[in-house]
């Protein structure tokens, strides 16, 4: 900072009304060593931290488009991986997003028309080689609750123009949050509220589609599930031929898969054979089931037998400009954040997953933006909401594919379909399209195993999933979606607001190695051979709440003096908890330093717990508090209101401890702000008032701190290296001196002890309250509570 600019925060502080000091004066002088005198953040810093420069903007734009940075490597293996998995990808999509359209209330040929769009604009913006965009069946379930209660308020719209309006508003929004940069807000849904949706939405969709398995009419399918299944089992008697076709057609795909995932572990060398036949196994099913259907029904079109799926219009018949409008908006307003995190929970948490299975790295930002971008400009074709598909994107990835530019590939198939095979849909069964459907969701449940291992790690979330999946069962897919992550989200809270610290001691402990010892009883037996130079301190809780052995003694540092860490941060939510559980253990383990400090009995406050005749007890031994030390390495930022706390409790335990002060030290510090903000309250280093309530100068104020070696030829490192280059361990001592250090060993290779040379302060001295690390916290506490003992007894 600028002298002028110094001189006028100085001149600005004044005027209102704060007087600062200087504390570099407290710095002591140490000959053998380079101190430190670490500065406080600015918020000049902080602007120019954040403001980004013209190169950030330009790879800011240049991250827009990620296959910028791989195309100019395309070569021909990429493309054949990349032709097989989008031709595989896109013989099951046909059917898929046709089935799923069915779901949304909307012709099937919104389907395609939402495929094509997906896999075609995907890969411009893609960061992930696997995820396939397009129709999904929990998305579209959701549009067709958008599409059924819309056209109760506006009876005159059609349902694809809700559904294009649905697209383009949610697309927007999910696309502004990953411009902004907001891609981390998908952490907010644990992976329990994502399993739980996913299972009671796919019992939510499976029990809609059985009615049209069977062929049972007049089922509301859009009831709560429990419902839906109950008066499916009323409708049974009702059953007509579609029974026969879905239920077979559905039994079909479930044998075929299990067909191959057996031969695939027979016989391993055909397992690609057997994984392709496996794929395609849904393209099988519905060319089948169609010529059946053809041949029952081609005589008969007027009055076919079984329920078909009708005319589907070739090529992009509803392309154009969606219309949108306020009356359109209101009337899916509330169902709009439930879409949103639809779409965020399915892209999101599937392209982490392949990405962690196929070792690479997806920028969720990034995939916001892709997935917005497809559906602003989807609906354009006619394509209502889509996001990733959880089966397609496993098909991809198994398939082989190498690029992005696999959609591509898969783009060309839907549109080949749209315009050549047309003809042919008129014949498929929607029996069959459920039967896709049911086996579809099928694969996303979550599986006993899973929530048993919810259980291991964590019993309250296993509640949470099964809270979800209910209310899922018994209302809606919505109502699920908001429960589990209201109820994560006030765990959350509950917390970090009632989280707890711990106090500390100390045990001396080592580093051990088990080595090979005498046969015993004919097993060989280990000992434990202890380091030579790995004696140190430990530092564990006295009540051995973390589990450590209890047989281990871990004691106070010293009398008077308390070690606390943090559970969870140390910010507003969990300040005054945290501070209530220090004081308390204070009050009761220590005693007042002199009970002529407490004020008479009509001064006192009226909560004041103080007998009211308190006198001096010479029975007890308990010590007077002489310090505190706060381990802040969970701690990353403090706010004001747990500045202000921390004051407040200064203030309160320095008027326990008259006529001494409390020292506080801290320990583990890694923010600046952190250090600044406890700085500007009044803590890191010992105030001139203290000093003088104790009657002492700076010079009897025991400085500690950590040092380390500058580097370079004469460091620790280069003189252990030289020293097991010669095939002699010597062990340094930091307070050898020149004349008495290694060099006596005669030889000339080994480096002179690095004390000799250069050490350097690893903190800022201007801040000696703020330690490098709680060993160096304890020394500086012991240190100056035994001359504050000292001082006491020889003034008795």
């Not at 907001?182 to 739980?196: A, K, N």
């Not at 051990?512 to 009883?521: I, L, R």
């Not at 209101?641 to 409790?649: E, F, H, W």
Request: one cysteine or more; charged letters at 20%.
């Amino acid at each position: 900072m600028a002298p002028s600019a110094a001189t006028a925060k100085e001149r600005l502080a004044k005027a209102l009304g704060f007087e600062s000091e200087d504390r570099d004066s407290d710095v002591p002088s140490i000959s053998n060593a380079d101190l430190f005198i670490e500065r406080e953040p600015t918020v000049a810093e902080f602007l120019e931290e954040i403001t980004p420069t013209l190169h950030d903007v330009g790879r800011y734009v240049y991250n827009l488009f990620p296959f910028i940075h791989w195309i100019g490597k395309y070569n021909f293996v990429w493309f054949i991986g990349d032709l097989i998995a989008g031709i595989t990808v896109g013989a099951v999509v046909v059917p898929q997003s046709m089935a799923y359209a069915q779901l949304a209330q909307l012709p099937v040929e919104y389907g395609l028309y939402s495929s094509f769009v997906g896999v075609l604009i995907y890969w411009f913006f893609a960061t992930s080689k696997d995820i396939t965009i397009g129709p999904v069946a929990v998305m579209s379930q959701v549009t067709g609750d958008v599409v059924l209660k819309a056209a109760e308020r506006l009876p005159s719209v059609e349902g694809h123009v809700i559904a294009s309006a649905l697209a383009i508003i949610t697309g927007a929004i999910i696309c502004f949050l990953g411009l902004v940069r907001l891609g981390w807000i998908v952490e907010f849904i644990p992976l329990p509220s994502i399993c739980s949706f996913m299972t009671g939405s796919a019992v939510n969709i499976a029990a809609g589609q059985v009615p049209k398995l069977l062929g049972v009419k007049g089922v509301n399918t859009r009831a709560a599930p429990y419902l839906v299944i109950i008066n499916t089992l009323k409708g049974l008697p009702t059953t007509t031929i579609d029974a026969a076709l879905g239920l077979t057609s559905l039994t079909m795909l479930y044998l075929i898969r299990g067909i191959c995932t057996y031969m695939a572990k027979k016989q391993p060398h055909r397992a690609k054979m057997y994984f392709f036949i496996s794929t395609l196994r849904t393209a099988f099913v519905i060319l089948l089931y169609t010529g059946i259907s053809a041949g029952m029904t081609i005589h008969h079109k007027q009055h076919p037998r079984i329920s078909i799926l009708g005319k589907v219009p070739r090529g992009f018949q509803h392309a154009g400009a969606p219309e949108i409008n306020k009356s359109i908006i209101e009337a899916f307003l509330p169902e709009l954040p439930a879409a949103v995190i639809v779409m965020l929970i399915e892209h999101i948490s599937i392209s982490k997953s392949f990405g962690r299975v196929n070792n690479y790295i997806i920028d969720p930002s990034q995939e916001l933006v892709a997935i917005g971008v497809t559906n602003l400009l989807g609906p354009f074709l006619g394509a209502y909401p889509a996001t990733g598909s959880f089966s397609r994107t496993a098909i991809k990835s198994k398939a082989g594919v190498r690029t992005p530019f696999a959609g591509v590939i898969t783009a060309v198939v839907v549109l080949l379909a749209l315009y050549a095979l047309t003809a042919l849909f008129f014949y498929i069964p929607n029996a069959a399209l459920a039967a896709v459907i049911i086996h579809a969701v099928g694969d996303v449940i979550t599986p006993p195993r899973v929530v048993f291992q919810f259980w291991r790690v964590s019993p309250l979330e296993v509640v949470i999933f099964m809270a979800g999946v209910l209310v899922t069962v018994f209302t809606t897919i919505e109502n699920g979606i908001y429960t589990t992550i209201s109820i994560s989200f006030a765990v959350v809270v509950f917390r970090l607001f009632l989280s707890r610290g711990r106090f500390l001691g100390v045990a001396r402990v080592r580093t051990v190695q088990a080595t090979n010892g005498k046969a015993k009883g004919g097993d060989q037996e280990a000992f434990a051979e202890p380091s030579e130079y790995s004696q140190r301190s430990g530092f564990l809780p006295l009540g051995h709440e973390d589990g450590s052995n209890p047989r281990v003694v871990v004691s106070s540092p010293y009398p008077g003096v308390f070690i606390y860490r943090f559970a969870e941060g140390f910010n507003y939510p969990n300040a005054t908890r945290y501070l209530n559980h220090l004081t308390e253990t204070i009050f009761k383990e220590t005693r007042r330093t002199d009970v002529r400090t407490i004020a008479k009995l009509g001064d006192r406050p009226w909560n004041d717990p103080t007998p009211r005749h308190q006198t001096s007890d010479e029975h007890d031994d308990r010590p007077t508090l002489k310090a505190i030390i706060l381990d802040f390495s969970t701690v990353n930022i403090v706010d004001v209101t747990a500045a202000q706390a921390l004051i407040d409790v200064r203030n309160q335990l320095d008027r326990y401890a008259a006529p001494q002060t409390v020292d506080w030290h801290f320990a583990h510090i890694e923010n600046r702000w952190t250090k600044r903000a406890l700085a500007a309250a009044g803590f890191g280093y010992r105030t001139p008032q203290h000093a003088a309530d104790n009657g002492e100068g700076a010079g009897r104020w025991k400085t500690i701190f950590s040092i380390a070696d500058l580097g370079g030829s004469d460091s620790a490192a280069a003189a252990a290296a030289a020293e097991e280059k010669a095939g002699r361990t010597v062990q340094y001592d930091v307070e050898r001196t020149n004349s008495d250090d290694i060099s006596k060993a005669s030889d000339k290779d080994v480096p002179s002890h690095p004390s000799s040379h250069r050490l350097i302060a690893i903190r800022g001295l201007n801040r000696p309250y703020f330690h490098f690390d709680l060993q160096e916290a304890v020394e500086s506490a012991v240190a100056n509570a035994e001359r504050y003992d000292v001082d006491n007894d020889s003034d008795e």
